[in-house]
């Protein structure tokens, strides 16, 4: 066995007693079951989260499954809490077969009802035989109820792929467990809408409004497990594109993906990579780079990941332990480790090059987010997420929000991209005053599932999507050279707007994104350059201001 492989189990096996501690475990509690501790315990929630629930499926792993070192395995206790946590979420579920995570009578589509779906029907498998049948039968309804909302499609502006493939992978296990030709139906019918948000040229699905590659790797998860049962050609090339392409934002450093995303997510799925290893070779060069990487505590490790979600890394470790495949003594490499080569995606406006040493790989349509690393060294040397600014009225403004009206072309050396600085929108915090009200709506509106769906699509466009333009120009130049990286930034003003605060280059991230903004150890390593008052002064004055960021490479 390869000590890289059992990497996976410990970082899982670790988390237990964590998602344990978030279980309500006292029988004689109106809410044993729940996997919420802010709602069953702290009070600090109005309702129990359904994707807390999601527990269940690691707890029927680590109890039937060999990993290395499981106290876990056979033990009584873990069967119960894991029957217990299943019993407690078909409790919670609506008439109409959904569920709510972020806030009461939301009714979500895939974030939970989807997820918990598939994580239920994952750990009834396992645990059936020792499911008393009483409670047997009303998870099986409510599975059936449930898969039946996700089959009806999403209505609450999702234009998430991960989340169209994480239907079709719930009502897929459905239908193999209920046998219901409605359900296969349903599957079919949710696979072609899924068609409609992959990128079939270059290889990516679609988040929100171009591609994220972490939420990549869960597409791949996701529709990984669904080829284990149903190795269809259909399914198999969308992997095969979706693997090639998520191989570019594997980085010499050992990180992967973060703010090039539309939705800046910085984790790796690594299940559906595993399963695909002995068929897509570079499949399996992807998951020993980032297994290496997680065994030296980068990517998003479980032990970093809020409550709330990791309930979701946990079981995935655990599957792809389960799914390890030895390597191939010769692995295909990763584009870092190519030959000199500049590529640029039309599409989604990814454009990569590498150069001797140097690997550079930029999203455009955020309107120029950069990083650039040394392959040799296995460093990064520039990590340049934009502009952003605070204007004297208060407003957020930065260059790192995607328009596709950003004029862009691609150079010898490198690339030109220009366009409009936006306005960041997810500045927004409840008050006392704000929570009554919502609450008020909640329960006034909250029970027609009509109001639900749309209340939840303004808020995503409030918060997320949409373009709030304002009269300040930017231009961005990168050229590669020889010994040399160079990149100019310029800023008009055409308005009579005046900065407060301006800061050039490092991490940073707008976009409102719950998966993201954890802490990689890479932040430390570079610095970006915040405007002094004298070149603010001047800029304000002239309207505007060069900036000029060298590296000797």
Same mark, same amino acid.
């Given at each position: ?226 080829? *284990? ?149 296995? *460093? ?94 930017? *231009? ?78």
């Amino acid at each position: 066995m390869n000590s890289l492989q059992n990497i996976y189990a410990e970082k899982a096996l670790s988390q237990i007693p964590r998602l344990l501690s978030n279980l309500d475990r006292n029988q004689f509690s109106p809410t044993y079951g729940c996997f919420h501790r802010d709602y069953w315990l702290d009070k600090t929630s109005d309702f129990p989260d359904a994707v807390r629930q999601f527990g269940v499926q690691s707890l029927a792993l680590v109890y039937k499954k060999d990993f290395p070192n499981n106290i876990y395995k056979g033990q009584d206790k873990i069967k119960q809490w894991a029957i217990a946590g299943l019993n407690f979420w078909v409790s919670i579920q609506h008439a109409d077969g959904s569920f709510d995570e972020f806030y009461p009578y939301e009714r979500g589509w895939v974030g939970p009802t989807a997820f918990t779906t598939f994580t239920s029907i994952e750990a009834y498998n396992l645990l059936k035989e020792d499911i008393p049948n009483d409670i047997g039968e009303k998870i099986l309804n409510t599975i059936r109820k449930s898969s039946y909302f996700i089959c009806k499609g999403e209505s609450e502006e999702d234009h998430l792929a991960n989340h169209h493939a994480m239907a079709c992978l719930t009502v897929w296990k459905a239908f193999e467990l209920l046998g219901d030709k409605q359900l296969e139906d349903g599957f079919y019918k949710l696979w072609e809408g899924f068609k409609s948000y992959h990128n079939y040229n270059e290889g990516w699905s679609r988040e929100y409004d171009g591609v994220d590659p972490g939420y990549l790797s869960a597409t791949v998860s996701f529709l990984g497990k669904i080829y *284990k049962t149903n190795p269809s050609d259909e399914i198999f090339k969308v992997l095969k594109q979706s693997v090639e392409f998520a191989s570019n934002f594997v980085y010499p450093n050992g990180f992967y993906a973060g703010s090039l995303g539309s939705r800046n997510t910085l984790h790796f799925y690594p299940h559906g990579f595993e399963i695909l290893s002995d068929k897509i070779p570079l499949a399996g060069s992807i998951a020993e780079k980032m297994l290496f990487a997680l065994s030296q505590n980068k990517l998003v490790p479980p032990e970093i990941i809020s409550d709330r979600y990791v309930f979701y890394r946990v079981p995935e470790f655990l599957q792809a332990y389960l799914d390890y495949a030895p390597r191939a003594d010769l692995m295909p490499p990763l584009p870092y480790e190519k030959d000199n080569h500049n590529i640029f995606y039309n599409d989604s406006k990814i454009f990569t090059q590498k150069h001797d040493n140097i690997f550079c790989i930029a999203n455009l349509a955020k309107g120029g987010v950069i990083k650039v690393f040394s392959s040799k060294k296995e *460093k990064i040397l520039m990590n340049d997420c934009g502009v952003i600014g605070r204007l004297y009225d208060g407003s957020i403004i930065t260059t790192q929000w995607i328009d596709p009206t950003y004029k862009i072309d691609i150079t010898e050396l490198g690339f030109k991209v220009s366009g409009k600085f936006n306005k960041v929108p997810s500045n927004k915090l409840f008050n006392p005053l704000k929570n009554i009200i919502f609450r008020f709506v909640l329960i006034t509106l909250g029970w027609i599932p009509t109001f639900s769906h749309y209340l939840k699509g303004k808020i995503r466009q409030a918060l997320i999507l949409g373009q709030r333009k304002i009269s300040i120009n930017f *231009k961005r130049e990168l050229k590669l050279e020889e010994n040399k990286l160079n990149l100019v930034t310029e800023i008009e003003i055409n308005g009579n707007q005046k900065f407060k605060e301006l800061s050039f280059g490092d991490e940073f991230f707008v976009r409102y994104v719950p998966q993201s903004r954890y802490f990689q150890s890479q932040e430390l390593e570079i610095a970006g350059k915040l405007i002094s008052d004298k070149e603010i002064k001047s800029l304000n004055k002239t309207k505007y201001i060069k900036i000029e960021s060298k590296l000797n490479l």
